[in-house]
């Protein structure tokens, strides 16, 4: 599987737009981005997945660039509950091998 | 529509011991799969079920760990003997399929002492 690199930390402001960078210049065509999120005591939470186009759901979007190396996830107006370790993942398209591997994602805090 | 339940949700026991953890999957999803996580790391997997099936257990450590899902539904996760070295959240979830997103639970916190 592709290895992703994120920053290990960042803070956002309530209110304000959270742009999370993701790394994963050795993408292969057959691969998905994944975002998972994990609130403290919490397990991983789904948050949003794509090939190639943009995505957009009620958590937030997510921006892949033409070449298909480097992502953002995009929480629209951050809130304190948004704090949380986020990671982004490369996971085969296919069933063969499927499984998701975290990395140390990005430990987000919202302040206020 | 209830989410992965987990049970228990914390854990202590004393080194040597045996434990089990137990997990009833989202309703009608196939893939199951079982992760350690460590404090201040990622979720690792230790075993991956295609419906009754270990289809991934490759990163599971044989010699103490064991788990079953029977029928297919729900499954446990056995430890025996635990080690100090196990101490850490494990984490079940579910996936309609198994290229489909999988769904937590909230885990169960395991101290050995």
């Known amino acids: 599987d592709a290895k992703t690199t994120q920053p290990p930390s960042m803070d956002c402001a309530e209110g304000r737009a959270a742009n999370l960078p993701c790394n994963h210049s050795?993408?292969?065509?057959?691969?998905?981005v994944y975002w998972y999120r994990q609130i403290h005591s919490q397990g991983p939470q789904y948050i949003i997945h794509?090939?190639?186009n943009n995505e957009t759901n009620e958590m937030a979007s997510l921006i892949i660039t033409e070449d298909r190396k480097s992502s953002t996830l995009i929480l629209p107006h951050a809130t304190l509950r948004d704090t949380a370790v986020y990671y982004c993942?490369?996971?085969?398209?296919?069933?063969?091998?499927?499984?998701?591997?975290f990395g140390g994602g990005t430990r987000v805090l919202v302040k206020p | 529509e209830a989410g992965v339940v987990q049970s228990p949700r914390y854990k202590i026991i004393e080194k040597k011991q045996p434990v089990a953890f137990w997990c009833n999957p989202i309703?009608?999803?196939?893939?199951l799969y079982w992760y350690l996580q460590n404090l201040g790391q990622g979720p690792e997997l230790l075993i991956r079920?295609?419906?009754?099936?270990?289809?991934?257990d490759s990163q599971l450590p044989k010699d103490r760990f064991s788990a079953e899902r029977l029928k297919g539904v729900d499954s446990t996760l056995k430890i025996q003997p635990a080690e100090l070295g196990d101490s850490a959240v494990y984490l079940c979830?579910?996936?309609?399929?198994?290229?489909?997103?999988?769904?937590f639970g909230q885990g169960t916190r395991l101290t050995v002492v």
């Open positions: 794509g090939l190639k």
């Open positions: 309703s009608g999803h196939n893939t």
């Open positions: 050795t993408i292969s065509g057959n691969e998905y």
């Open positions: 979830a579910s996936s309609l399929e198994s290229n489909t997103e999988a769904f």
């Open positions: 993942i490369v996971r085969p398209r296919l069933a063969a091998g499927n499984k998701l591997t």
């Open positions: 079920y295609e419906n009754e099936e270990a289809v991934d």
